[in-house]
């Protein structure tokens, strides 16, 4: 896909279904997951009002191959980040620094990621958000006290995703300033938030469980 100006791709090699999944998230950034629609989607990839519905279904369905290709970028911000990070508490803090920077880079790409009703009529969606906790699991369940189940590590990682959600939309709405100047600042920030977050569901530190502690 090649850049024809400012909001405009063309395709080739039977290419159109990306090169209007791109078109999308370019549209969203504009105008929001509202204001999109598939005949805008159709113009800026230079092709026939019809020729999308070769591809998807219907608008929702545009929308949802947006909704993955954004999981993927996100996850694949996420596994850049960690490589070298063997630390489960640091490992689900940079979930927070991770949507930070996704939400700076890719703006509207987390509305439709989120968007209303997408996740419950394309089960694809509902799918890709789970393969990235069922990522995290792990590390959730490795800082919590013994004995805790699976509600609680899942409860942690709603916590984490409500903490970074309220730093991007703070982000975006420019309560920081310029999201592209301060986008590692207030990834740095979130990250800081959910460590502490982290830290209250975390194993103790000092006597071990059922030790008696005289103060």
């Known amino acids: 896909m090649a ?8 395709y ?3 290419d ?14 504009e105008v929001g997951v509202r204001g999109f629609s598939v005949a805008e989607a159709a113009r800026r990839t230079r092709v026939s009002p019809a020729a999308p519905y070769r ?20 996850r694949a911000l996420y596994e850049e ?14 979930v927070a620094g991770s949507f930070v920077r996704a939400a700076a880079r890719y703006r509207g790409g987390l ?33 919590l006290p013994p004995g805790q189940g699976a509600a609680t590590a899942v409860a942690l990682l709603d916590a984490l995703h409500a903490l ?4 991007v939309a ?20 979130a990250s800081q938030a959910a460590r502490t977050l982290v830290a209250g569901y975390r194993i103790p530190d000092g006597p071990a469980a059922g030790d008696a502690v005289i103060c």
Do not use: C, N, W
């Not at 159109?16 to 950034?29: F, K, M």
């Not at 591809?55 to 996100?74: K, P, Q, T």
């Not at 980040?81 to 940079?94: F, G, I, K, N």
């Open 3 to 10: 850049p024809t100006g400012k909001g405009r791709a063309t």
């Open 170 to 189: 703070q982000l975006l709405d420019g309560k920081f300033g310029d999201p592209a100047e301060v986008v590692e600042e207030i990834a740095a920030r």
């Open 12 to 14: 080739h090699h039977g």
């Open 164 to 167: 970074a959600r309220g730093y």
């Open 111 to 143: 509305d439709i990621l989120f968007a209303p009703g997408l996740r419950a009529a394309h089960p694809e969606v509902r799918e890709s958000g789970r393969e990235f906790v069922d990522m995290l699991l792990p590390s959730a369940f490795a800082v």
């Open 81 to 94: 980040a960690v490589p070298d990070v063997e630390s489960p508490q640091e490992r689900l803090a940079m």
């Open 55 to 74: 591809h998807f279904a219907d608008r929702d369905a545009l929308l949802a191959a947006a909704a993955l290709e954004i999981s993927r970028r996100l």
């Open 16 to 29: 159109l279904a990306a090169a209007l999944v791109q078109a999308t998230l370019e549209i969203v950034d």
